[in-house]
Nanobody
Framework: QVLLVESGGGLVEAGGSLRLSCVAS????????MGWYRQAPGKQRELVAI???????NYADSVKGRFTISRDIAKNTVYLQMNSLKPEDTAVYYC??????????WGQGTQVTVSS
């Protein structure tokens, strides 16, 4: 069983920064990818950033140059540094872990609100 605990969300003014953290616990010996997704009200959940085993990183076009994903393997933690935040970044942000076994695990979500 894999558990994910997210933290770091909150309310920030446009142009500000936040850092999200996601700590994973449990059977993590077969992690394929760790990433962040977000879901705004009335919209589908979308990929924000993902780091795949081997180090390859992908970002949504809307966050390139503003957000940075990083992973601390020793701490089983993935971070999302969000800079130059915009009101359209407002959403619930979810951490996700994909295992090579095919299991995909989601965190409970953390709210990010950017005021204009």
């Amino acid at each position: 069983q894999v558990l994910l605990v997210e933290s770091g969300g909150g309310l920030v003014e446009a142009g500000g920064s936040l850092r999200l953290s996601c700590v994973a616990s449990g059977s993590l010996f077969s992690v394929n990818a760790m990433g962040w997704y977000r879901q705004a009200p009335g919209k589908q959940r979308e990929l924000v950033a993902i780091v795949v085993s081997g180090g390859r990183i992908n970002y949504a076009d809307s966050v390139k140059g503003r957000f940075t994903i990083s992973r601390d393997i020793a701490k089983n933690t993935v971070y999302l540094q969000m800079n130059s935040l915009k009101p359209e970044d407002t959403a619930v942000y979810y951490c996700n872990v994909d295992l090579f076994t095919g299991l995909s695990v989601w965190g409970q979500g953390t709210q990010v609100t950017v005021s204009s």
